[in-house]
């Protein structure tokens, strides 16, 4: 899996890289990352990325061709992302979707954002929420980080990737560990009872729980059979 980070600060992106899991997997040939700073493409001496807005207004606007410039450099993709919060929500599922592809280029605002024009020569606009960063890279390394758990072989179990929040529209269930007991909070005993299916049951429930008290807004749209639209309306009518 072949990434291109397009920036204009290379500082913020390349030390993520150089840690934990994807480092690992970069070191293995599993993901390819590039960072390519915009301000090579800039133009004149002082190589120049941005200028005053048409109509007024504060701040500045990385030019169109300047961006273009560089995005057109490091094509072929299977989709250039333009990271804005304009964009549509980024979800498990583009991040499944995205997994698949071969090459993803990742275009990282500043300032006041890019040109407007710069938005028909992306395949799509990406936001991590509803809510305005000093930049795109945040947001790149979130798709990044999305995406690249993914693939084969940078996330040693398999299943872990299956029992992930949202994967099924749910959150996930509750987690735990040793200390059996900690300043009076315990683990639930199920969990240290070694029977699977009563383990299995419990997390189930909980993760319905999970979300109906956490994110009752993902219900709608969640796959769940018929137990646990059952266990669902017990919890509802507990309150």
Known sequence: MRYTILTLFPGLIRPWLEESLLERAIARGLLRVEVVDLRAFGLGRHRTVD??????????VIRADVAVAALEA?????????????????????????????????????????????????????SVGDYVLM?????????????ARLVPGVIG???????????????????????????????PEVLLSGNHREVDRFRRREALRRTLTLRPDLLSGARIGPLEALWLAEMDREG
Do not use: N, W
């Open 51 to 60: 200028d005053t807005p048409y109509g007024g207004g504060a701040g500045m």
């Open 74 to 126: 490091v094509l072929p993709a299977d989709e250039v992302i333009l990271l804005s919060p304009a964009g549509r929500p980024f979800t498990q599922g583009q991040a499944e979707e995205l997994a698949g592809k071969g090459h993803l280029v990742l275009l990282c605002g500043r300032y006041e954002g890019f040109d407007a024009r710069v938005e028909a020569f992306v395949t799509r606009t990406l």
């Open 157 to 187: 179990d398999p299943e872990s990737h299956r029992q992930d929040s949202f994967v099924r529209g749910l959150l996930d269930y509750p987690q735990y560990t040793r200390p059996p007991e900690f300043r009076g909070l315990r683990v």
């Open 135 to 147: 930049g795109g890279e945040v947001a790149a390394l979130a798709v990044l980080e999305a995406t």
